[in-house]
């Protein structure tokens, strides 16, 4: 059995964990939940036991809740994340690179499920959901409970070559790549300006702050939220779309930059001014539920697959 002690990775010296956990710092408490023990960080997001002690010796906030300590699940996701831990959201990334680099090589097709879990479980009757689709779609689907919805398909083709950007838009596009991608609560993940004074963002503040400062240098951009398609399972996310040569181009440097640091796939000299055309399908301008159950908003899994020209989904 490996011990938790081989699980610590090799590049987590002192001096990694106090500069990770200075970031982590930043972030102020009010916008923490302590619902985190042991068990969670092991099993969550590949913190056993011993590096946990190293973490909280070190200073990562906790709480106290019925004799034992307890963490904000973000910090410990964030932490995973940078330490190269095997987390939920290092997986994510990577797959978000295949998905990236399939669609460069050739066309093929997405099958694409929302399946919702019921929220009101044991109801009388069947689940009458609301589904915000891509492309705008809105679809009014009742299901049972042994009822799979219906898949959306999505043809992938590879896309066009990457625009040529300004000078000032892609110098804007490397400043912000240089951020560090954090998950951030929803109560501060939008707030542009606590990105710039801390250096640390999630993709809704850095949609915020390409946003802004896009149309500041003169462009014309618009915000979107979608889904990065990806196996086995998209990803809800916000970007900013910039109009280039009169079309809507998807733009998130951060992620270019993380794909290309956490995903095999992506080559590291991967330019953070390339789109995100061909990964990323678009559903609205602003957030909308992906899926309500009259006035709940149900827990959602995107289940993708992926189908090579010429196979049927």
């Keep these: 059995m490996t011990s938790a002690a081989a699980r610590i990775p090799a590049t987590a010296s002192d001096a990694v964990i106090d500069e990770l956990l200075a970031d982590v710092a930043r ?18 997001h590949g913190v056993g036991a011993e590096l946990l002690e190293r973490l909280a010796r070190a200073g990562l906030s906790s709480r106290e809740v019925d004799g034992e ?29 295949r998905s ?15 399946v919702p879990a019921c929220p009101d479980p044991g109801h009388e009757g069947l689940c009458r959901y609301r589904f915000a689709l891509p492309g705008g779609e ?44 954090f ?15 801390t250096g640390i963002a999630d993709c809704g503040g850095v949609s915020t702050l390409l946003l802004r ?9 618009r915000r979107s939220f979608g889904l990065i398609v990806a196996e086995p399972f998209s990803t809800p996310h916000h970007w900013a779309d910039v109009r280039i040569a009169g079309e809507w181009v998807p733009f998130d440097p951060m992620i270019m930059a993380a794909m290309a640091r956490w995903s095999t796939s992506v080559p590291d000299d991967t330019p953070v001014t390339q789109p995100l055309t061909g990964l990323v399908t678009r559903i609205s301008g602003e957030f909308v539920p992906p899926a309500t159950h009259g006035s709940a908003e149900p827990r959602v899994s995107y289940v993708t697959e992926y189908h090579a020209h010429g196979s049927t989904p």
Aim: glycine share 8%; with cysteine; charged share 25%.
């Design 100 to 114: 990236w680099a399939r669609v460069r090589r050739g066309p093929g097709r997405h099958r694409l499920q929302y």
């Design 213 to 221: 400062e896009a149309r500041e240098l003169g462009y014309e951009a």
């Design 138 to 181: 809105r679809r009014e689907i009742a299901l049972g409970p042994l009822d799979e919805p219906p898949p959306v398909v999505l043809e992938s083709v590879p896309p066009p070559a990457a625009p040529e950007l300004p000078a000032d838009l892609a110098a804007l596009f490397r400043e912000i790549a240089g951020l560090r991608f």
């Design 27 to 44: 972030i102020p408490d009010e916008h923490r939940s302590y619902t985190c023990g042991g068990w969670e960080a092991r099993t969550q």
């Design 69 to 97: 300590p307890r963490y904000d699940g973000l910090d410990l996701g964030n932490i995973a994340l940078h330490l190269g831990l095997s987390s939920v959201q290092r997986v994510a990334i990577r797959s978000w690179g």
């Design 183 to 197: 998950l951030l609560a929803e109560s501060i993940r939008w707030d542009a300006d606590f990105m710039r004074a």
